[in-house]
């Protein structure tokens, strides 16, 4: 389900520059006269950017990889650290690998301004890095709820790995028979589309294996259905854990009161419950000062996030600079947007480095490009089910089945046909791979 792909496949190069940008892994430490690439975020989608340029373009491009963090902690198999089927070591991805064998840059900082006009990157320690190529892949910020005192730090949302992933397993750990535990889910485009229905699901799960047989799990979903896997997800909230999940659609909130862990929505409200998880809606991070236009960026859709070219990832205007992952919206056929995902990132960073390095080299772009994310779901504590959708450049339509441009047209959409045993196990291999491609 994850493509590890070759030089040979995204880049076609002629003549000696191509000796030169196909450097073996690892090999040929940048020249004085190396292009300059930035990146800022060191999750799947800049650790894998900063990897490739380096493997594929060898001493070609110098890159520096910029993140506030030691380490990236990733999302994906955190809610089995929620619920303590697996440790914080095992979702915690460092970079030694990206200095060490690939030569790259690492710089533990937080942007506080890029001058697009002026091709720079400026830290909060004072340091400005220049750049001939830039890739934002900074991730997610949220949308705080209209009203209320929502502290996360009293009601986690736990959607960024880390110290909010240990807040809710101790809050979870605390639970008592009869306490009810709440989550929200946010409106689409979110990261991970399946992602809090698995938290449910694995939630209500680690109740069961508790026994504590009264207390349930309330899901409010600002969606009108399941956005991902409903088969899966249909089948746990009505037979596995039927009883004990309570599925609410088209809930929208309204307000959210940490101290007194209330939640007001349009389907209903729900006071002083044990453990209020609040996943708030969501945009891209800001580049630099939140207070600032467009809070950094030079251009946000009406959602809030980052529109692109999806031959580059470039933003309109600025096309040395590439936004990946969650921050970006890839335009695509109605009804069928390019998900939020730690694989997806994966692999729009491979594109987007394959564009940068073409550009370098003065040649012209590949169309013929695919891009695949997968995800597997836990659904029990030895069961799973998993997702798979795959893009490809062309033609996308409207809501008329009419024309409206060039984008990523979704081609194939695969669901588990059932949960199991099988798949959980999968879903460990599948996971070191990704990690494995993207920080090794």
């Given amino acids: 389900m994850m493509h590890t792909f070759s030089r040979r496949q995204f880049l076609q190069l002629a003549g000696a520059a191509s000796a030169v940008a196909a450097l073996p892994r690892g090999a040929g430490a940048a020249t004085s006269t190396a292009a300059r690439v930035v990146v800022v975020g060191g999750g799947f989608g800049g650790a894998t950017v900063a990897k490739y340029l380096r493997m594929w373009g060898g001493a070609q491009v110098a890159v520096t990889l910029v993140d506030p963090n030691p380490s990236h902690i990733a999302c994906i198999?955190?809610?089995?650290?929620?619920?303590?089927s697996l440790s914080m070591d095992r979702i915690t991805l460092g970079y030694n690998a990206l200095r060490?064998?690939?030569?790259?840059?690492?710089?533990?900082?937080?942007?506080?301004?890029?001058?697009?006009?002026?091709?720079?990157?400026?830290?909060g320690?004072?340091?400005?890095?220049?750049?001939?190529?830039?890739?934002?892949?900074?991730?997610?910020?949220?949308?705080?709820?209209?009203?209320?005192?929502?502290?996360?730090?009293?009601?986690?949302?736990?959607?960024?790995?880390?110290?909010?992933?240990?807040?809710?397993?101790?809050?979870?750990?605390?639970?008592?028979?009869?306490?009810?535990?709440?989550?929200?889910?946010?409106?689409?485009?979110?990261?991970?589309?399946?992602?809090?229905?698995e938290r449910a699901c694995v939630v209500a799960d680690y109740l069961k294996r508790r026994q504590l047989v009264f207390s349930r799990v309330v899901v409010l979903d600002a969606n009108p259905s399941i956005q991902a896997e409903p088969l899966a997800f249909g089948e746990a909230f009505n037979f596995i854990y039927k009883g004990m999940i309570e599925y609410v659609p088209n809930a929208t909130v309204l307000a959210v009161n940490s101290p007194?862990?209330?939640?007001?929505?349009?389907?209903?409200?729900?006071?002083?419950?044990?453990?209020?998880?609040?996943?708030?809606?969501?945009?891209?991070?800001?580049?630099?000062?939140?207070?600032?236009?467009?809070?950094?960026?030079?251009?946000?859709?009406?959602?809030?996030?980052?529109?692109?070219d999806p031959l580059t990832y470039g933003i309109s205007g600025y096309p040395n600079v590439h936004v990946i992952g969650d921050a970006c919206a890839v335009p695509a056929s109605e009804g069928k947007a390019v998900p939020k995902s730690g694989h997806m990132a994966n692999s729009e960073a491979k594109i987007c480095?394959?564009?940068?390095?073409?550009?370098?080299?003065?040649?012209?772009?590949?169309?013929?490009?695919?891009t695949n994310s997968a995800c597997f779901s836990p659904i029990t504590a030895t069961?799973?089910?998993?997702?798979?959708?795959?893009?490809?450049?062309?033609?996308i339509y409207d809501g008329a089945g009419k024309v409206k441009g060039k984008g990523m047209h979704r081609v194939d959409l695969g669901e588990a046909p059932r949960t199991n045993g099988d798949n959980y196990q999968n879903m460990f291999t599948w996971a070191q791979g990704l990690f494995a491609d993207s920080f090794v």
Avoid at 103 to 117: D, H, K, L, S
Wanted: with cysteine.
């Fill in 353 to 370: 480095a394959d564009a940068i390095l073409r550009t370098l080299n003065t040649q012209a772009l590949d169309e013929n490009i695919t």
């Fill in 383 to 395: 069961t799973a089910s998993w997702l798979s959708a795959n893009f490809n450049y062309g033609d």
């Fill in 100 to 123: 060490e064998k690939y030569g790259i840059a690492v710089t533990q900082g937080r942007v506080t301004a890029v001058n697009y006009a002026g091709g720079t990157v400026s830290l």
């Fill in 260 to 308: 007194t862990r209330s939640i007001r929505t349009t389907a209903g409200d729900w006071s002083n419950v044990r453990v209020l998880n609040y996943i708030p809606n969501q945009r891209a991070a800001a580049i630099g000062p939140a207070s600032s236009l467009n809070r950094g960026w030079p251009v946000l859709n009406a959602q809030g996030f980052v529109p692109v």
């Fill in 77 to 84: 198999l955190s809610n089995l650290v929620v619920t303590g």
């Fill in 125 to 197: 320690d004072g340091t400005t890095l220049p750049y001939d190529h830039l890739v934002l892949s900074p991730g997610i910020d949220f949308i705080p709820p209209p009203e209320g005192a929502w502290d996360p730090n009293v009601t986690p949302h736990a959607w960024q790995a880390g110290a909010q992933t240990l807040l809710l397993k101790q809050q979870l750990a605390s639970m008592r028979d009869g306490d009810t535990f709440v989550m929200t889910i946010p409106k689409s485009p979110y990261r991970c589309p399946p992602g809090p229905y």
